[in-house]
């Protein structure tokens, strides 16, 4: 598997994330890393990271670090591949490094993500690393929780 570095986007590499984008063909499944990055400013839980792979940024992710407050849980609210790095195992090393740093938190007992409901490859991607489906669906979006600890 590729190695990612998880890097807190900063004034410093706002520019490279905002340059990352998926195929033409996958935009409707992933809200523009601009909309990402305004919405983590409105997230008290939340932070922007860049997926680094030998210093060079292959995908984003917005993440709790902590319990989010309505329910206790830590969600991943955005993960993308720019269109440049798929297929190349970035998203699977990405998905485990942020899976890693919120398993690492205190209180992570539960973690949740949610994808359009035909984008398939997401749905594959995460359930490969054990999240379920929950039935629910939250903003027209499938929800998926993988449970950390009892």
């Given amino acids: 598997?590729?190695?990612?570095?998880?890097?807190?986007?900063?004034?410093?590499?706002t520019?490279?994330?905002?340059?990352?984008?998926?195929?033409e063909d996958q935009q409707r499944f992933v809200a523009a890393n601009a909309n990402s990055l305004e919405k983590a400013k409105k997230?008290?839980?939340?932070?922007?990271?860049?997926?680094?792979?030998?210093?060079i940024i292959v995908g984003f992710a917005l993440f709790d670090v902590e319990?989010?407050?309505?329910?206790?849980?830590?969600?991943?609210?955005r993960f993308m591949i720019d269109e440049r790095y798929q297929g190349k195992g970035y998203?699977?090393?990405?998905?485990?490094?942020v899976l890693?740093?919120?398993k690492s938190q205190t209180g992570c007992t539960k973690i949740r993500i949610s994808h359009v409901p035909d984008n398939t490859a997401a749905n594959r991607?995460?359930?490969?690393?054990?999240?379920?489906?929950?039935?629910?669906?939250?903003?027209?979006?499938?929800v998926l929780d993988l449970?950390?600890?009892e």
Avoid at 17 to 23: A, E, I, V
Avoid at 67 to 77: H, N, Q, T
Wanted: charged letters at 20%.
């Fill in 1 to 13: 598997m590729a190695n990612i570095v998880l890097k807190l986007i900063t004034a410093e590499n």
């Fill in 15 to 23: 520019d490279e994330c905002l340059q990352l984008k998926p195929r």
């Fill in 43 to 55: 997230e008290p839980t939340s932070r922007p990271f860049g997926l680094y792979a030998d210093d």
């Fill in 67 to 77: 319990p989010y407050p309505e329910d206790g849980y830590f969600w991943i609210c």
């Fill in 91 to 97: 998203g699977k090393a990405g998905l485990a490094a």
């Fill in 100 to 102: 890693q740093h919120q």
């Fill in 125 to 142: 991607l995460y359930k490969s690393f054990g999240f379920a489906e929950t039935g629910e669906v939250i903003g027209g979006e499938t």
């Fill in 147 to 149: 449970i950390v600890a």
